[in-house]
């Protein structure tokens, strides 16, 4: 699910209350929309994230979208105002109605898109196809919302239905580098990787200047069991874009699996500056500086993943390992117990859950047991 890689730039210019703040951001160049992964998506342009998005700018902004109730752009502003505040259930709500305003459609692309990620975020497949249903009435005749189900269908584990709305994309647009990218993930998936490989190839020619097709390399690398190409692959995706949230956290994550403790903080410091929302990013973050030892530091991190992602059990494992390590036995099985509840599969005997579990029960029967005694 977290190798959803969907294309979102937010095209809003945050109406009024931000215009009066902050210069509009410059559009996007064609097909922009559909290139950028969702985990690594624009909630806002680099001026709104400047932006004090206090309750009573949040205010100002439901103001405008109520004063304009059919207007794509002031619902999506709304929305992006109270993505940003992390009010994810009723940002997601505002994404909806922005999506099915009768206006601007690739603004209702750009909302149907980012309610896609949010309920793929919180583990509601069938929202998640709802809202790819609203991209798609946006953008009809498009590639992007062929590439948005493919990335949908392949984070919800169909390689098979990914592939076919992939080349449902290149019908429209032969070169789109999106959906090379996302059929080239689909073969990944299917262990097909000399395919991958050429779609990659064929994504870095027609998207040269751009970090995706690099960080698919990367993937291929990974996969294919290559970690000096998986290092090359992601370095050359930062070199491409310094710009790339997504890059970053892949180079640091990167370094980190090769005991390159400090230039991963770096890397990953930097990523979460750039994507302050990114789910992905404060996981990763937060796992690193558990492994340096920053155990406070590091839960701060891991709780700003888990409220990002509700639906993700992978930071509520990393919780309960930092709270074990603080010696809260209590609270470390709470967040265990919430990982197997999140788990798509049950974790396998060897996983390390397992035994981080009746390490927690041990404790705490060895402590209620004192606690009798005395």
Not at 7 to 34: I, M, N, T
Not at 51 to 63: H, N, S, Y
Not at 107 to 122: E, G, P, V
Not at 286 to 307: C, I, P, R, T, Y
């Amino acid at each position: 699910m977290r190798g959803l890689t969907i294309g979102v730039v937010l095209l809003a210019g945050w109406a009024q209350v931000a215009r009066a703040q902050a210069p509009a951001p410059p559009p996007p160049a064609d097909g922009e929309h559909a290139r950028r992964p969702l985990d690594d998506a624009i909630l806002a342009s680099a001026s709104a994230r400047k932006l004090d998005l206090a309750p009573e700018l949040v205010a100002r902004f439901k103001r405008a979208a109520e004063a304009s109730p059919r207007s794509a752009p002031a619902l999506l502003d709304y929305a992006i105002a109270l993505d940003r505040a992390a009010s994810l259930d009723h940002a997601e709500a505002a994404y909806l109605a922005a999506a099915a305003a009768p206006d601007f459609p690739e603004l209702r692309f750009t909302a149907a898109a980012r309610a896609a990620s949010l309920a793929l975020d919180r583990g509601d497949a069938e929202a998640t196809r709802a809202s790819v249903a609203l991209a798609r009435a946006a953008l009809p005749e498009d590639a992007a919302p062929f590439v948005l189900q493919a990335q949908v269908a392949l984070a919800l584990r169909d390689p098979v239905a990914a592939q076919a709305a992939a080349r449902s994309a290149l019908v429209r647009d032969p070169e789109d580098a999106g959906a090379l990218c996302v059929l080239a993930r689909a073969h990944v998936a299917q262990r097909s990787m000399g395919v991958a490989k050429l779609l990659a190839a064929r994504a870095a020619k027609a998207e040269p200047d751009d970090a995706e097709p690099l960080l698919l390399q990367a993937e291929i690398a990974r996969a294919a069991g290559d970690p000096a190409a998986e290092l090359a692959a992601a370095r050359a995706a930062v070199d491409a874009d310094e710009d790339s949230a997504r890059a970053a956290l892949a180079l640091g994550r990167a370094l980190a699996e090769r005991g390159l403790a400090a230039e991963a903080l770096e890397q990953l410091s930097r990523a979460a500056e750039l994507e302050p929302e990114a789910a992905p990013v404060r996981l990763a973050l937060g796992a690193v500086l558990a492994a340096q030892g920053q155990k406070a530091q590091a839960e701060e991190q891991l709780l700003l993943a888990a409220k990002r992602a509700p639906g993700w059990p992978e930071p509520h494992l990393e919780l309960a390992r930092v709270k074990e390590l603080e010696g809260d036995a209590k609270t470390a099985l709470a967040e265990a117990k919430v990982f197997l509840r999140l788990s798509v599969n049950a974790p396998p005997a060897g996983h390390p859950i397992h035994a981080l579990v009746q390490r927690c029960e041990e404790t705490l029967r060895t402590r209620a047991q004192a606690s009798v005694v005395q």
